[in-house]
C-alpha cells in the first residue's frame, strides 16, 4: 500500500459493516475493484489507480487520480440527408425538425456533414461536463449495490441487500465528503476503529491519515500486512517448539479475514489426546476451530500436543484467552475421545453386516449389498489381469471392510474422515496394512484436484470396483447426469475412476468386459436396472471418454505446459476399450510434437492421404517401380514398417513416431520426383498403393487429419 | 417481555410460538424466554461431558432488528463478565437453515476464545414467507456460559445451586431419554402419531386455529427427530417427511398471518389505543 499521490484527486470510500463472512471477502475485494474501475470510467472520471482493502468490518476502495470534472463528451449523429432536411427556400423540414427533437437540440444547431454518399444532416450534442463530486454522490451508492454476494439480506425497511448490514458509510474526496444516502445511512467522515480495543469513532480526511488513525484505533486495514503478521507469529512459535507447520492457505486466509489486529497465541493439549487417529484433532483443530497444527519435524503426521491461533485482541491477560481456547479443544477432543472407545467396542468386521440397513440408493439397494458386489467385482478385474489369490484374498478383504466405518460414531461426527477412520480402526484390530490402507484409499482421488491416486494395488482395484458399481448403477437406473444437474457427483466419481484407469497396472483392462462384469453383479444380487447392459454401456463410455478429455486437459495443462485439443483428438477419436493405451499415445505425442520435423511430417502425411481417392484399394508391387523416388520411398517404407508395428506391439509409441518421421524425407522426394496421377494405370495404382500402405501406418497410431497445422508447402 | 417457556417438546427455542410466528407479519414483537430444548440424536448416555438431548437455551427475538443489536447483545455478555477488551469475541459465519420450519437467516456463531456461546441470526424468512420487517433472534447456550463462568469442564458438574449440580438435577435424564430415544421408541407407533397430529394439524387449520395447530406441528417435528434418533428413517424417506412437516410449518405461518390481519394487527396500534378501544 503505497502512499497516494497528490496529483489528481483522492477518494476514499469506507463501507462499515457489521462482520462480513472471511470466506467471501477475498472476492468481494476483487469484484469491488474491477467494477468500482468500470464504473468510474463509464462515468468518464476515469482513476489513475484503484485498490481495495477489507477488515471483517469494512470493505475500503481507495481510487487517487480522479479528475476533477468528466472529461467532455461531443456526440455526434447523423440524420436525414440534406435534400430531404431543407426546402428550397432553405429552411428546415419536418423531417429535419423531427429529428433535431429527437436529438434534444434545436433545429438552428443542425450541421451539414459531408459525407461519401453526399451532405447530411448531423446534430452535435455536447454533454456537459459535471463536476467528478456531484458525479460520485450518484455512483458511489451505485458501486456499494453492484457488489455482489452469494447469499444476500435484508436486515432494515429500506429494501437493501449486502452481505451482512452496513452500518456506516465514509465517502470522502480531497477532504470533503462526498454526499449520498443509502440504506437508511448518510454517508460522512466518521469512521470507526476496532471494536472492542477503540471505542471513539474518529474523523477522515486524507487516506494517509486514515491508515494512521486506524493503526492507532487497533486496526491494520491492509490483508497482505495482516498476513505477514500473522505468518511471522506462527513461524516464532513453531521455532519455538520444534515444530513443523503446514500453513493451509484456506486456514491463513480465514484467520486474515477475520481479525483485524491479528495476535498468534499458542495453546497446548494434554499428550493423551495424540493416541487418537491423528487425522482426528487435525480436523478439530482446523475445520472445527481454525486452528494451525504444529507437527513434529519428521515428514509423517505425528502432532506436538500444542496448537497455534489468531486472536483478535490483545491484552495483558492473554492467558483467559488461551485458557478459552485450549478448553474448547479439550472439550472437542474429549467427544473425540468418547466416540473412538464407543467405536472399539466393535470391529469392522462386525459392522459390515449392519450395512444392510443403509441405503446406498432407493433404487441400488443397501450399502451391504454394493459391498458385496465391488467385493466380487474387484476380485474379478484383479483375476483377469493375473493377480495371484493372495491379492485377491487382500482386495477382497479390503472391499469386506471398507464401507463399515460409514456406521461408527466418529464418521458420523467427522465425514471428512471416512476411509481414514476405516483404514486407523483396521489397523487396530490388527488387518493387514495394505488392506488398511486400501479402505482408505479407495476414495482416492479426493476431489477434482486431487493429484493423489490410490498408492496401493489394492486401493486401486478397490476404488475401480467401487466407482464402476457406483457409475453403472446410477446410469442402469436412469440417473445419469445431464446438464448442470449432477446430485450424485457422478462426474467426480468419473473423472476419479478415469484417472485411476491411466495407471499401469489397468493396461490389459477392457472397459467393456469391466462394465458388463458389473451390470451382471447387479441382476446377479436382484437389482434390477432399468436400463440393460448395452444401453448403459453406450452411455457410460462417451461419459468417461469426456471425463478423459477433462483428465488430460488438466493434467497437460499443469505438467506439459500446453494442452492442445487437436492432439487429444488424434489419440481420442475413434473407441477404445482400454484408456492407458490413448493415453501413453498422447504422452508420446505431446513430447513429439516439440520437434521441429513434426509439423513437416504431417503435412507431408496429409498431402499424402489427400491424393488417395476414399475407396480406393490396391496391392504395391515393388518390382514395378521404376524411378529412383518411388523406388527409394518402397524401401524405406518396408523398414519403417517392420519398425513400427513392432513398437505399437509393445506400445513403444515415442519410438514408434520416431520411426514414422523417417518417412518425411523419402515422401517429399517421391511427390517431387514423380506424378503419381501417371497417365498409365497400372504405374498409377501402384504408386497409390504405396501411399496408402504409408497412410495407414500412421493411421494405426492414430488419426493425424486432425492435427492442426499450418501447410506453408502446399503447392 | 420475559416470556415463559413453551410447554411442547422443541428442538430449539425458535420453535416456540413467541419466536415462529410472532416474527411474521409487520407487527412489533420483543421478547426473551428460556427454552428447555430436545434433539434426541445428540444424547450420550450421560457419558459425554458436552452432549445433551436436554439442555437449556435462552431465547431473544427483536423485530425489527434494532440497529445497535451487535452493540446491546455484546453489553449482554459485559453483563456477564465477558468483556470484549480481555476476552476474543468473534463473530464467525454461520447461515442458519431449518428445513422443517421453511426458515432461513444469515448470521453468525459468536465465539468467546473460540467457544461457540450464541447464534446470532437476521431472519430472512420464515414457513417459507419473506419477513418485513427482518427480526434477530440471539440464541444463548446456557449450559456452555455456566461452564465457562463457573470453570468446569463437565456439564455434570455445574452448581445449580449451593447443594445441587446439574448431573444431580438432569444426569437420569440423559441416562434414560439416551436409552429411550435410541433404543426404546416404537417406530410404528411414532409413525401412527405422526400421522395423526398430521392430519389434525390440517384440520385446525382449516377451522381456523393456527395456534392450536401450530402445536400439533411442533409435535411431528419432534416425532421426526425421535423416528431418526431410532435410526428409523431411511435416507430415501428423510426428505419427503422434512417436506410434511414443512409443509404443516408453512400452512401453520399463513393462517397465523390471515388470523392477525383479521384481528387489524392489534400491536400496530400503540399500547394507549388499545387500552382504549
Known amino acids: 500500500m503505497k502512499k497516494s499521490t497528490r496529483a489528481g484527486g483522492e477518494l476514499l470510500l469506507e463501507i462499515g459493516t457489521e462482520e462480513i463472512p472471511s470466506r467471501i471477502l477475498p472476492q468481494a475485494l476483487i469484484d469491488l475493484k474491477e467494477k468500482a474501475g468500470r464504473i468510474f470510467s463509464e462515468a468518464r472520471i476515469p482513476a489513475e489507480r484503484i485498490e481495495t482493502f477489507a477488515t471483517p468490518r469494512r470493505l475500503v476502495i481507495l481510487a487517487t487520480g480522479i479528475p476533477q470534472k468528466q472529461s467532455a463528451l461531443v456526440t455526434e449523429v447523423t440524420g436525414p440527408p440534406k435534400s430531404a432536411a431543407y426546402d428550397l427556400e432553405g429552411k428546415p423540414t419536418a423531417a429535419a425538425t423531427g429529428f433535431a427533437k429527437a436529438q434534444g437540440v434545436p433545429v438552428e444547431s443542425l450541421t451539414i456533414k459531408k459525407t461519401e454518399k453526399g451532405d447530411y444532416v448531423c446534430a452535435v450534442r455536447k454533454q456537459p461536463s459535471v463536476p467528478a463530486v456531484r458525479i460520485l454522490k450518484d455512483l458511489l451508492p451505485e458501486l456499494v449495490l453492484s457488489v455482489g454476494f452469494k447469499k444476500m439480506m435484508r436486515w432494515n425497511g429500506e429494501g437493501i441487500r449486502f452481505a451482512r448490514p452496513i452500518r456506516w458509510i465514509v465517502a470522502v474526496l480531497n477532504g470533503r465528503v462526498v454526499p449520498f444516502r443509502l440504506a437508511g445511512l448518510s454517508s460522512g467522515n466518521r469512521s470507526r476503529g476496532h471494536r472492542f480495543m477503540a471505542s471513539r469513532p474518529f474523523t477522515v480526511k486524507s487516506w494517509d491519515g486514515y491508515l494512521k488513525s486506524l493503526r492507532r484505533h487497533h486496526v491494520i486495514l491492509d490483508p497482505a500486512e495482516r498476513e505477514r503478521m500473522i505468518t511471522d507469529g506462527l513461524l516464532r512459535y513453531a521455532k519455538e517448539k520444534r515444530g513443523s507447520l503446514k500453513v493451509d492457505a484456506d486456514l491463513l486466509s480465514q484467520a486474515v479475514f477475520l481479525t483485524e489486529e491479528p495476535v498468534v497465541m499458542m495453546g497446548g493439549f494434554d499428550a493423551k489426546y495424540l493416541a487418537l487417529p491423528p487425522e482426528v484433532p487435525m480436523t478439530v483443530m482446523k475445520e472445527h476451530q481454525g486452528y494451525f497444527p504444529l507437527l513434529k519435524p519428521a515428514m509423517d503426521k505425528s502432532l506436538l500436543p500444542h496448537f497455534l491461533f489468531v486472536s483478535n485482541v490483545k491484552t495483558r491477560h492473554p492467558d483467559l484467552i488461551r485458557s478459552g481456547n485450549e478448553r474448547v479443544l479439550r472439550a472437542r477432543l474429549e467427544d473425540a475421545r468418547f466416540y473412538f472407545e464407543q467405536d472399539r467396542k466393535q470391529t469392522l468386521k462386525e459392522r459390515t453386516g449392519q450395512l444392510k440397513g443403509l441405503v446406498f440408493h432407493e433404487k441400488l439397494g443397501s450399502v451391504f449389498t454394493k459391498m458385496e458386489r465391488v467385493q466380487k467385482l474387484a476380485a474379478t478385474l484383479a483375476r483377469e489381469s493375473g493377480r495371484g489369490e493372495q491379492e485377491v484374498g487382500r482386495l477382497e478383504q479390503a472391499a469386506f471392510l471398507c464401507k463399515s466405518d460409514l456406521l461408527t460414531g466418529m464418521v458420523r461426527e467427522f465425514p471428512g474422515l471416512q476411509g481414514v477412520i476405516g483404514r486407523e480402526y483396521a489397523k487396530l484390530e490388527g488387518e493387514d496394512s495394505e488392506v488398511a490402507d486400501a479402505i482408505s484409499e479407495h476414495?482416492?482421488?479426493?476431489?477434482?484436484?486431487?493429484?493423489?491416486?490410490?498408492?496401493?494395488?489394492?486401493?486401486?482395484?478397490?476404488?475401480?470396483?467401487?466407482?464402476?458399481?457406483?457409475?453403472?448403477?446410477?446410469?442402469?437406473?436412469?440417473?445419469?447426469?445431464?446438464?448442470?444437474?449432477?446430485?450424485?457427483?457422478?462426474?467426480?466419481?468419473?473423472?476419479?475412476?478415469?484417472?485411476?484407469?491411466?495407471?499401469?497396472?489397468?493396461?490389459?483392462?477392457?472397459?467393456?468386459?469391466?462394465?458388463?462384469?458389473?451390470?451382471?453383479?447387479?441382476?446377479?444380487?436382484?437389482?434390477?436396472?432399468?436400463?440393460?447392459?448395452?444401453?448403459?454401456?453406450?452411455?457410460?463410455?462417451?461419459?468417461?471418454?469426456?471425463?478423459?478429455?477433462?483428465?488430460?486437459?488438466?493434467?497437460?495443462?499443469?505438467?506439459?505446459?500446453?494442452?492442445?485439443?487437436d492432439l487429444v483428438d488424434v489419440v481420442l477419436c475413434r473407441s477404445f476399450d482400454n484408456l492407458l493405451d490413448p493415453y501413453l499415445r498422447l504422452v508420446a505425442l505431446m513430447s513429439f510434437q516439440k520437434q521441429p520435423d513434426f509439423d513437416p511430417l504431417i503435412v507431408v502425411f496429409k498431402r499424402a492421404s489427400r491424393i488417395l481417392p476414399p475407396d480406393f484399394k490396391g496391392t504395391v508391387r515393388p518390382e514395378a517401380f521404376k524411378e529412383t523416388a518411388e523406388k527409394e520411398l518402397y524401401r524405406n517404407y518396408i523398414d519403417v514398417e517392420k519398425q513400427v508395428s513392432d513398437d505399437m506391439q509393445k506400445r513403444n509409441y515415442s519410438e514408434a513416431l520416431w520411426a514414422l518421421s523417417l518417412l518425411r524425407r523419402p515422401i517429399d522426394a517421391f511427390f517431387n520426383g514423380v506424378m503419381v496421377m501417371d497417365e498409365d494405370r497400372a504405374v498409377r495404382e501402384n504408386r497409390l498403393a504405396l501411399l496408402q500402405g504409408i497412410t495407414k501406418l500412421f493411421t494405426a497410431f492414430g488419426d493425424f487429419t486432425r492435427v492442426a497445422v499450418e501447410e506453408k508447402n502446399k503447392q | 417481555m420475559i416470556h415463559q417457556p413453551y410447554d411442547l417438546e422443541v428442538g430449539a427455542g425458535t420453535f416456540h410460538p413467541a419466536t415462529f410466528l410472532r416474527v411474521l407479519g409487520p407487527e412489533p414483537w420483543k421478547a426473551a424466554y428460556v427454552q428447555p430444548t430436545r434433539r434426541p440424536t445428540d444424547g450420550r448416555y450421560g457419558e459425554n461431558p458436552n452432549r445433551l438431548q436436554h439442555y437449556y437455551q435462552f431465547q431473544v427475538i427483536l423485530k425489527p432488528s434494532p440497529e445497535d443489536i451487535q452493540d446491546r447483545y455484546l453489553d449482554s455478555l459485559k453483563g456477564l463478565g465477558m468483556d470484549g477488551r480481555v476476552h476474543d469475541?468473534?463473530?464467525?459465519?454461520?447461515?442458519?437453515?431449518?428445513?422443517?420450519?421453511?426458515?432461513?437467516?444469515?448470521?453468525?456463531?459468536?465465539?468467546?476464545?473460540?467457544?461457540?456461546?450464541?447464534?446470532?441470526?437476521?431472519?430472512?424468512?420464515?414457513?417459507?414467507?419473506?419477513?418485513?420487517?427482518?427480526?434477530?433472534?440471539?440464541?444463548?447456550?446456557?449450559?456452555?456460559?455456566?461452564?465457562?463462568?463457573?470453570?468446569?469442564?463437565?456439564?455434570?458438574?455445574?452448581?445449580?445451586?449451593?447443594?445441587?449440580?446439574?448431573?444431580?438435577?438432569?444426569?437420569?435424564?440423559?441416562?434414560?431419554?439416551?436409552?429411550?430415544?435410541?433404543?426404546?421408541?416404537?417406530?410404528?407407533?411414532?409413525?401412527?402419531?405422526?400421522?395423526?397430529?398430521?392430519?389434525?394439524?390440517?384440520?385446525?387449520?382449516?377451522?381456523?386455529?393456527?395456534?392450536?395447530?401450530?402445536?400439533?406441528?411442533?409435535?411431528?417435528?419432534?416425532?421426526?427427530?425421535?423416528?431418526?434418533?431410532?435410526?428409523?428413517?431411511?435416507?430415501?424417506?428423510?426428505?419427503?417427511?422434512?417436506?410434511?412437516?414443512?409443509?404443516?410449518?408453512?400452512?401453520?405461518?399463513?393462517?397465523?398471518?390471515?388470523?392477525?390481519?383479521?384481528?387489524?394487527?392489534?400491536?400496530?396500534?400503540?399500547?394507549?389505543?388499545?387500552?382504549?378501544?
Request: hydrophobic share 35%; aromatic share 10%.
Open chain 1, 443 to 565: 476414495y482416492f482421488p479426493r476431489s477434482a484436484d486431487d493429484p493423489h491416486p490410490p498408492r496401493t494395488i489394492t486401493g486401486k482395484y478397490l476404488t475401480v470396483a467401487d466407482r464402476l458399481d457406483t457409475l453403472v448403477g446410477f446410469f442402469g437406473a436412469d440417473l445419469a447426469p445431464s446438464g448442470s444437474v449432477d446430485p450424485y457427483a457422478l462426474r467426480r466419481q468419473g473423472l476419479g475412476l478415469v484417472q485411476v484407469l491411466l495407471d499401469k497396472a489397468f493396461e490389459g483392462l477392457s472397459l467393456r468386459r469391466a462394465i458388463e462384469s458389473a451390470v451382471r453383479l447387479y441382476s446377479d444380487r436382484g437389482v434390477s436396472l432399468k436400463k440393460d447392459l448395452s444401453a448403459i454401456d453406450a452411455s457410460l463410455r462417451p461419459f468417461l471418454t469426456q471425463r478423459m478429455e477433462t483428465y488430460l486437459e488438466r493434467r497437460f495443462q499443469d505438467i506439459h505446459g500446453g494442452y492442445r485439443v
Open chain 2, 89 to 277: 469475541i468473534r463473530f464467525v459465519e454461520d447461515d442458519w437453515e431449518s428445513p422443517t420450519l421453511g426458515a432461513w437467516g444469515l448470521g453468525w456463531e459468536v465465539r468467546l476464545n473460540g467457544m461457540e456461546i450464541t447464534q446470532f441470526t437476521y431472519f430472512q424468512e420464515v414457513g417459507g414467507i419473506e419477513l418485513s420487517p427482518v427480526s434477530v433472534e440471539l440464541t444463548y447456550g446456557l449450559e456452555r456460559l455456566a461452564m465457562y463462568l463457573q470453570g468446569v469442564d463437565s456439564v455434570f458438574d455445574l452448581k445449580w445451586s449451593d447443594t445441587v449440580t446439574y448431573g444431580d438435577v438432569h444426569h437420569q435424564t440423559e441416562i434414560q431419554f439416551s436409552k429411550h430415544n435410541f433404543e426404546r421408541t416404537d417406530p410404528k407407533a411414532l409413525r401412527e402419531i405422526f400421522n395423526l397430529y398430521e392430519t389434525q394439524c390440517r384440520e385446525l387449520i382449516k377451522m381456523d386455529l393456527p395456534l392450536p395447530a401450530y402445536d400439533d406441528c411442533i409435535k411431528t417435528s419432534h416425532l421426526f427427530n425421535l423416528l431418526d434418533a431410532r435410526g428409523a428413517i431411511s435416507v430415501a424417506e428423510r426428505a419427503g417427511m422434512i417436506l410434511r412437516v414443512r409443509h404443516l410449518a408453512k400452512q401453520c405461518a399463513e393462517a397465523y398471518c390471515k388470523n392477525r390481519e383479521n384481528l387489524g394487527h392489534p400491536l400496530l396500534r400503540s399500547r394507549k389505543a388499545r387500552t382504549r378501544s
